[in-house]
């Protein structure tokens, strides 16, 4: 009966009992969190377990009461448990390091705005603000925090602009509304920036699908470049659907561009192979003064292997382009020239044997051969048909030597006798004309033609003698002439021997030009080698060449039809690139004429001014007397267009000069900090300033990047080393917390206040927030020590009076009052025994607790006793007594 008279009161029936016994817990009861677990948790009454849940401090059991009790008001009590512990107005609660941990990680927004608008630790509300995304709760902690480093940092935590608007026409904190105006400045700056690239967007996509249209030049891929570029500096933002359009229309114009280089690059190859052409043309040029005639008959071989060769190198070649006419006649001429060269050669070399025969005889041997024999036939073909191209060999030259008969002796003898005459002083007859001296001129000439088988001049040196005869009959000449007529005779059918097959050759070559056309271009220089070749042929007596002639003629009119359509047209086009180079130089000047120099855009200029002579280049062919106009008009343009360039260029290299110089200048300042700031504005200004010619710009900005980049590093070796100077301070003052003992309670007050001086002496960095707590921890540790000095004393002093105290042998009725007084002011419970005796205690002092409306400490109260109780300390104590004396005195500073 009376053990459930005495259980404890948080074990009462009644709910209130059960609230004031919660109440009634000291902390420093071992019991305390477990009894206030068991309330909180299976109390069957909500009020007790709301009660409980605002004293506990366990996270974990305060978070399920929250989201498990079934009452409201038991949650808010448990939420409220939660705020407060984590804004460090609950004394049980954890330390500093712990709640900053813990507000760090929590995502509860109720949490978060108590500890924001009632932690007395500035570090927990800027810690709980940066977690906080309520724009309305920002709002108010930036009008009504606490502190200006709160406000400003629950403004800098708001971007939704109309929460800005608002907190601008609330607030009063200078500084927030500094940051307001700012932040919203900054976001109408970047609408006004948006609207802009949407605009250029728009302007871009204009003029890309009117650049798609338009006729392609060399300026236009470098235009494209540009319009792509400038796209991309807009299309961060862009929808779907226009970046679409733009990729739509950039790639219709990269299709031309494409189109363009597939064009360039035949071109160069057509290039290569009209130098290969060129090339090969040069090589049989130069082959001429190769050769050399003691060595040609070896030479055959090599010689048409080249000739194979330079065959091979034109054909391949012309498969790629076309040669052009005249340089593809020549090449075939020579070529053809070459060709029966070699065949020259070769029937030289079959005939060499008898013709060493014929140059190692005597001469009236060789004579008699060459009248009846056909080595002397085929020496005189040889000789009369040795192509220009070969040098004539010694062995040829030696058996014309004797073949070609001498001078007779009465022909010889009255120039003889007149050279004699003449040397002797003798006057030469009277009866000697101009006339006749220009007969002998002719005759002598006549006789030195034949002699050389040049039918040619021989033919027309005898009709001029002839003629002259005619006028001025002279017996003994016209014996001379009668005497070389059958040398001219002989020559003559030797021509028609060999030049006349030719002739039916040529003209059968002719016919078949028009059976079988070229393309016009080698259609009219095969024409003109013919024509040369027949007229290589001719002699003087047309009568005998006029029959093959008119047939030649007829043939080579009906071939030269087909050209005359293809030059028409060619002629058109020549016309044709000559506007088309007109028109780019109207291009260039209203280009010029209308540019904003001010406002250009110099990249894409420089870029026009280099590929504009290209395409003025590549507008082939023009006739050059026609073309001579427009090119001096559009070498005017190109200088006044690289004027202007350059006129920029250098406006704009002084400004980077300038620049240049004040960063190199910056170099030599003592306060890095400022230089530093310097040369960041110059940056800016750097890339604020005007365009500068490549190489110019490479040069100055080198300079400028070297001496930026030289104060950076500056910078850079400065901080570092700073940096390096607090990791040192931050590893001493470590090791002075780490050496640092905890407080002792036996420690003396001298000794506490060493220890907050040398606490307060280690230096910290600044920024090393975690240190500084941790050494204001220990300071406040110090200090609670210290201040709890004189409660510690007064303990060992009633601890003292307590062991001073003599031994009894057993305890009287003044001892156990004393026990059952000392405990319960100590408000410690009493052993069983002992409970009658401390009710009726309690009830004897009833009267005098309810006249005393404030808290007596415990301490002061066990001291109270003690000394009004000093007798029975006198009279002795037993052990048991002396035990719960001493156990009651020291619960008390618990």
Same mark, same amino acid.
């Given at each position: 009966?009376?053990?459930?008279?005495?259980?404890?009161?948080?074990?009462?029936?009644?709910?209130?009992?059960?609230?004031?016994?919660?109440?009634?817990?000291?902390?420093?009861?071992?019991?305390?969190?477990?009894?206030?677990?068991?309330?909180?948790?299976?109390?069957?009454?909500?009020?007790?377990?709301?009660?409980?849940?605002?004293?506990?401090?366990?996270?974990?059991?305060?978070?399920?009461?929250?989201?498990?009790?079934?009452?409201?008001?038991?949650?808010?009590?448990?939420?409220?448990?939660?705020?407060?512990?984590?804004?460090?107005?609950?004394?049980?609660?954890?330390?500093?390091?712990?709640?900053?941990?813990?507000?760090?990680?929590?995502?509860?927004?109720?949490?978060?705005?108590?500890?924001?608008?009632?932690?007395?630790?500035?570090?927990?509300?800027?810690?709980?603000?940066?977690?906080?995304?309520?724009?309305?709760?920002?709002?108010?902690?930036?009008?009504?925090?606490?502190?200006?480093?709160?406000?400003?940092?629950?403004?800098?935590?708001?971007?939704?602009?109309?929460?800005?608007?608002?907190?601008?026409?609330?607030?009063?904190?200078?500084?927030?509304?500094?940051?307001?105006?700012?932040?919203?400045?900054?976001?109408?700056?970047?609408?006004?920036?948006?609207?802009?690239?949407?605009?250029?967007?728009?302007?871009?996509?204009?003029?890309?699908?009117?650049?798609?249209?338009?006729?392609?030049?060399?300026?236009?891929?470098?235009?494209?470049?540009?319009?792509?570029?400038?796209?991309?500096?807009?299309?961060?933002?862009?929808?779907?659907?226009?970046?679409?359009?733009?990729?739509?229309?950039?790639?219709?114009?990269?299709?031309?561009?494409?189109?363009?280089?597939?064009?360039?690059?035949?071109?160069?190859?057509?290039?290569?192979?009209?130098?290969?052409?060129?090339?090969?043309?040069?090589?049989?040029?130069?082959?001429?003064?190769?050769?050399?005639?003691?060595?040609?008959?070896?030479?055959?071989?090599?010689?048409?292997?080249?000739?194979?060769?330079?065959?091979?190198?034109?054909?391949?070649?012309?498969?790629?382009?076309?040669?052009?006419?005249?340089?593809?006649?020549?090449?075939?001429?020579?070529?053809?020239?070459?060709?029966?060269?070699?065949?020259?050669?070769?029937?030289?070399?079959?005939?060499?044997?008898?013709?060493?025969?014929?140059?190692?005889?005597?001469?009236?041997?060789?004579?008699?051969?060459?009248?009846?024999?056909?080595?002397?036939?085929?020496?005189?073909?040889?000789?009369?048909?040795?192509?220009?191209?070969?040098?004539?060999?010694?062995?040829?030259?030696?058996?014309?030597?004797?073949?070609?008969?001498?001078?007779?002796?009465?022909?010889?003898?009255?120039?003889?006798?007149?050279?004699?005459?003449?040397?002797?002083?003798?006057?030469?007859?009277?009866?000697?004309?101009?006339?006749?001296?220009?007969?002998?001129?002719?005759?002598?000439?006549?006789?030195?033609?034949?002699?050389?088988?040049?039918?040619?001049?021989?033919?027309?040196?005898?009709?001029?003698?002839?003629?002259?005869?005619?006028?001025?009959?002279?017996?003994?000449?016209?014996?001379?002439?009668?005497?070389?007529?059958?040398?001219?005779?002989?020559?003559?059918?030797?021509?028609?021997?060999?030049?006349?097959?030719?002739?039916?050759?040529?003209?059968?070559?002719?016919?078949?030009?028009?059976?079988?056309?070229?393309?016009?271009?080698?259609?009219?220089?095969?024409?003109?080698?013919?024509?040369?070749?027949?007229?290589?042929?001719?002699?003087?007596?047309?009568?005998?060449?006029?029959?093959?002639?008119?047939?030649?003629?007829?043939?080579?009119?009906?071939?030269?039809?087909?050209?005359?359509?293809?030059?028409?047209?060619?002629?058109?086009?020549?016309?044709?690139?000559?506007?088309?180079?007109?028109?780019?130089?109207?291009?260039?000047?209203?280009?010029?004429?209308?540019?904003?120099?001010?406002?250009?855009?110099?990249?894409?200029?420089?870029?026009?001014?280099?590929?504009?002579?290209?395409?003025?280049?590549?507008?082939?062919?023009?006739?050059?007397?026609?073309?001579?106009?427009?090119?001096?008009?559009?070498?005017?343009?190109?200088?006044?267009?690289?004027?202007?360039?350059?006129?920029?260029?250098?406006?704009?290299?002084?400004?980077?000069?300038?620049?240049?110089?004040?960063?190199?200048?910056?170099?030599?300042?003592?306060?890095?900090?400022?230089?530093?700031?310097?040369?960041?504005?110059?940056?800016?200004?750097?890339?604020?300033?005007?365009?500068?010619?490549?190489?110019?710009?490479?040069?100055?900005?080198?300079?400028?990047?070297?001496?930026?980049?030289?104060?950076?590093?500056?910078?850079?070796?400065?901080?570092?080393?700073?940096?390096? !100077?607090?990791? +040192?301070?931050?590893?001493? #003052?470590? %090791? /002075?917390?780490?050496?640092?003992?905890? @407080? *002792? $309670? =036996?420690?003396?007050?001298?000794?506490?206040?060493?220890?907050?001086?040398?606490?307060?002496?280690?230096?910290?960095?600044?920024?090393?927030?975690?240190?500084?707590?941790?050494?204001?921890?220990?300071?406040?540790?110090?200090?609670?020590?210290?201040?709890?000095?004189?409660?510690?004393?007064?303990?060992?002093?009633?601890?003292?009076?307590?062991?001073?105290?003599?031994?009894?042998?057993?305890?009287? !009725?003044?001892? +156990?009052?004393?026990?059952? #007084?000392? %405990? /319960?002011?100590?408000?410690?419970?009493? @052993? *069983? $025994? =002992?409970?009658?005796?401390?009710?009726?205690?309690?009830?004897?002092?009833?009267?005098?607790?309810?006249?005393?409306?404030?808290?007596?400490?415990?301490?002061?109260?066990?001291?109270?006793?003690?000394?009004?109780?000093?007798?029975?300390?006198?009279?002795?104590?037993?052990?048991?007594?002396?035990?719960?004396?001493?156990?009651?005195?020291?619960?008390?500073?618990?």
């Amino acid at each position: 009966m009376l053990g459930k008279l005495f259980k404890p009161r948080w074990q009462h029936a009644n709910a209130d009992q059960r609230l004031r016994a919660i109440h009634e817990l000291a902390p420093q009861d071992p019991q305390r969190t477990q009894i206030l677990t068991t309330l909180a948790r299976g109390d069957r009454a909500a009020e007790v377990r709301a009660a409980a849940a605002s004293h506990l401090s366990d996270f974990k059991l305060l978070d399920q009461l929250v989201h498990q009790d079934p009452d409201p008001s038991v949650r808010a009590a448990a939420a409220d448990r939660i705020n407060r512990l984590l804004a460090g107005l609950a004394s049980e609660g954890p330390g500093l390091d712990n709640r900053l941990r813990l507000v760090r990680l929590t995502a509860n927004p109720e949490a978060l705005a108590f500890v924001a608008r009632h932690s007395p630790d500035s570090v927990c509300r800027l810690a709980a603000v940066e977690r906080i995304r309520d724009p309305h709760l920002l709002r108010e902690l930036a009008v009504q925090g606490e502190d200006a480093a709160l406000r400003i940092a629950a403004a800098e935590q708001i971007t939704d602009e109309d929460s800005l608007r608002q907190l601008q026409r609330d607030g009063r904190d200078k500084k927030v509304l500094q940051h307001v105006r700012e932040q919203l400045r900054q976001y109408q700056q970047v609408r006004d920036a948006a609207e802009s690239r949407r605009q250029t967007r728009e302007k871009l996509i204009s003029e890309l699908s009117q650049h798609a249209t338009r006729t392609p030049d060399a300026l236009y891929g470098a235009r494209l470049t540009q319009l792509c570029q400038q796209w991309q500096a807009v299309a961060e933002d862009a929808d779907p659907q226009v970046q679409q359009a733009f990729e739509d229309q950039a790639a219709r114009c990269q299709a031309v561009v494409d189109e363009l280089a597939r064009a360039r690059e035949a071109q160069e190859r057509q290039a290569a192979a009209r130098a290969e052409q060129q090339a090969a043309l040069a090589q049989l040029d130069a082959l001429h003064g190769a050769l050399d005639a003691d060595t040609l008959i070896d030479q055959a071989g090599s010689l048409r292997a080249l000739l194979d060769t330079q065959q091979r190198r034109w054909d391949e070649a012309c498969a790629v382009a076309d040669a052009e006419p005249d340089l593809a006649n020549r090449f075939q001429t020579l070529l053809s020239d070459w060709r029966q060269a070699l065949d020259t050669l070769l029937a030289f070399q079959a005939a060499q044997d008898s013709l060493t025969a014929l140059a190692e005889g005597t001469e009236a041997t060789a004579m008699e051969a060459a009248d009846t024999g056909a080595a002397a036939l085929n020496a005189r073909t040889l000789h009369d048909t040795w192509p220009a191209l070969l040098p004539r060999p010694t062995l040829l030259t030696q058996v014309m030597a004797r073949l070609t008969p001498a001078p007779s002796t009465d022909a010889a003898a009255p120039h003889k006798r007149s050279a004699h005459a003449d040397a002797k002083g003798q006057t030469r007859p009277r009866s000697r004309t101009s006339e006749q001296e220009a007969l002998d001129a002719l005759l002598g000439a006549l006789q030195r033609e034949l002699r050389q088988r040049n039918l040619r001049h021989a033919n027309r040196l005898c009709h001029k003698a002839e003629a002259l005869l005619a006028e001025h009959p002279d017996a003994s000449r016209a014996a001379r002439l009668e005497k070389l007529r059958p040398q001219l005779s002989e020559l003559r059918d030797w021509h028609a021997f060999a030049a006349e097959p030719k002739k039916q050759q040529l003209c059968e070559r002719m016919e078949a030009l028009c059976e079988a056309p070229l393309d016009p271009e080698e259609q009219a220089n095969a024409i003109q080698a013919l024509h040369d070749e027949w007229r290589s042929l001719m002699s003087s007596d047309q009568d005998s060449d006029q029959q093959s002639w008119d047939r030649f003629k007829a043939a080579s009119d009906r071939a030269y039809e087909p050209c005359r359509a293809h030059f028409r047209e060619l002629d058109a086009e020549r016309q044709a690139n000559l506007q088309k180079r007109v028109a780019l130089c109207d291009q260039l000047q209203n280009l010029l004429d209308s540019q904003d120099w001010a406002h250009a855009d110099y990249p894409a200029l420089l870029d026009i001014r280099r590929k504009a002579p290209e395409e003025f280049k590549a507008l082939q062919p023009v006739r050059f007397t026609d073309a001579r106009d427009v090119g001096r008009r559009f070498s005017a343009l190109l200088t006044r267009f690289s004027e202007q360039l350059q006129a920029a260029s250098d406006e704009h290299a002084a400004q980077l000069e300038q620049l240049t110089v004040e960063a190199e200048a910056l170099l030599g300042q003592e306060d890095l900090r400022r230089a530093t700031e310097q040369a960041k504005a110059l940056q800016q200004r750097w890339k604020q300033a005007g365009w500068v010619m490549p190489q110019q710009y490479r040069s100055l900005h080198k300079r400028f990047r070297k001496a930026c980049d030289t104060l950076f590093n500056r910078q850079k070796d400065e901080r570092q080393a700073q940096q390096a !100077d607090e990791a +040192r301070l931050r590893d001493a #003052a470590r %090791e /002075v917390l780490d050496c640092l003992d905890p @407080p *002792d $309670d =036996a420690a003396d007050a001298e000794t506490l206040r060493a220890a907050v001086r040398e606490l307060e002496a280690v230096d910290i960095p600044r920024r090393d927030t975690s240190l500084q707590q941790r050494r204001q921890a220990l300071i406040a540790r110090y200090r609670e020590q210290l201040a709890a000095q004189p409660r510690r004393a007064l303990v060992q002093q009633l601890l003292a009076d307590i062991d001073s105290a003599p031994e009894a042998d057993e305890a009287c !009725d003044a001892q +156990r009052t004393l026990a059952v #007084a000392l %405990e /319960v002011s100590a408000d410690v419970p009493s @052993p *069983d $025994d =002992a409970r009658e005796e401390r009710m009726r205690w309690q009830l004897e002092q009833l009267p005098k607790a309810m006249k005393q409306q404030q808290t007596v400490d415990r301490l002061k109260a066990c001291a109270e006793q003690l000394t009004a109780q000093q007798p029975v300390l006198g009279s002795g104590l037993a052990p048991a007594i002396r035990q719960r004396l001493r156990s009651a005195v020291q619960a008390c500073v618990r």
